[in-house]
């Protein structure tokens, strides 16, 4: 294999290669002050000396190991900044794809004609971890995503039109990626439900893919969106619903056997070990 060749060469290639060059001075090391190898760039027929060879004492070392973890630590910072404006929650900052399902859905997105999730779950089965977990990895990938309970984008439209304005439904119609969590939650009235299906409606007729997390199968959710009468727009949803998604139930969770066999809550291996039952 042909290896990659280092921009930087030493007085002595320089030399061997024919190139014309001064001679360059000791370089000390900063750390320790003992002397290292001069390292030059050889630019338009002549060798500028730029930097030198790593010294490698255990100061030097310690400093490079210090400045890879600040640039990770940077680099994570960042990535969790853009996690919160999406709307993740600081619980779900760290949530990793480990449902098969979900893993399934990633990897055969793209050009997916709008196709999303209805992932439903009891309370504390996981679903909004999964749901974040999904909607990282499509951040992590470049989409715009937007993370927000159906009660939560509700009160948000309302604020947005409160103050004659619109951005609030806008923002949850055009982002490329919609993660409407606890849908059912919401409280049901005819505006909620028109406001959700607008939202909807507009997301598939755009081939926009949503991903919906409910405690409820979609016949309850169905029933208790409509049980204020607003039958009609409960059913368009849940049609649109049924349309556009691959349906993902988590079981209950364990908590016992969950702290026997991991020691303590852990949703990665939990949910891993109850996908495959
Ligand atoms: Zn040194």
């Known amino acids: 294999m042909k290896q990659e060749r280092n921009p930087f060469i030493t007085f002595e290639e320089a030399k061997a290669r024919g190139l014309k060059c001064d001679e360059p001075g000791t370089v000390a090391c900063p750390y320790c002050g003992k002397a290292t190898v001069p390292l030059g760039i050889s630019f338009d027929g002549s060798v500028r000396w730029i930097t030198h060879e790593p010294c490698g004492c255990p100061e030097e070392i310690e400093a490079q190991q210090a400045q890879a973890a600040k640039e990770a630590r940077e680099a994570e910072g960042k990535l969790n900044s853009k996690l919160s404006r999406a709307g993740i929650g600081k619980r779900f900052l760290n949530a990793e794809v480990s449902l098969e399902a979900s893993a399934r859905y990633l990897s ?52 947005s039109y409160d103050d004659n304005s619109a951005a609030g439904i806008e923002r949850y119609m055009a ?12 409280t049901t009235s005819s505006w909620a439900l028109t406001n959700l299906f607008q939202i909807i409606n507009s997301r598939y007729e ?5 991903i919906y997390t409910s405690q409820y199968d979609v016949d309850s959710l169905l029933t208790r969106m409509a049980r204020y009468g607003d039958r009609e727009s409960a059913e368009a949803i849940a049609s649109r619903i049924v349309e556009t998604s691959a349906f993902i139930r988590l079981p209950k969770r364990d908590r016992r056997r969950e702290k026997s066999c991991f020691g303590g809550y852990g949703p990665k291996k939990t949910l891993q070990n109850q996908s495959h039952r």
């Open 108 to 159: 055969s997105f793209g050009g997916n004609g709008g196709a999303g999730l209805y992932i439903e779950g009891c309370v504390g089965s996981g679903k909004t971890y999964a749901a974040c977990a999904i909607a990282k990895a499509f951040i992590m990938a470049g989409y715009n995503v937007v993370v927000a309970t159906s009660l939560s984008m509700l009160e948000e439209i309302k604020r």
């Open 175 to 186: 982002c490329d990626i919609l993660i409407m969590d606890d849908i059912g939650k919401e």
């Open 206 to 210: 755009d081939m926009r893919p949503t």
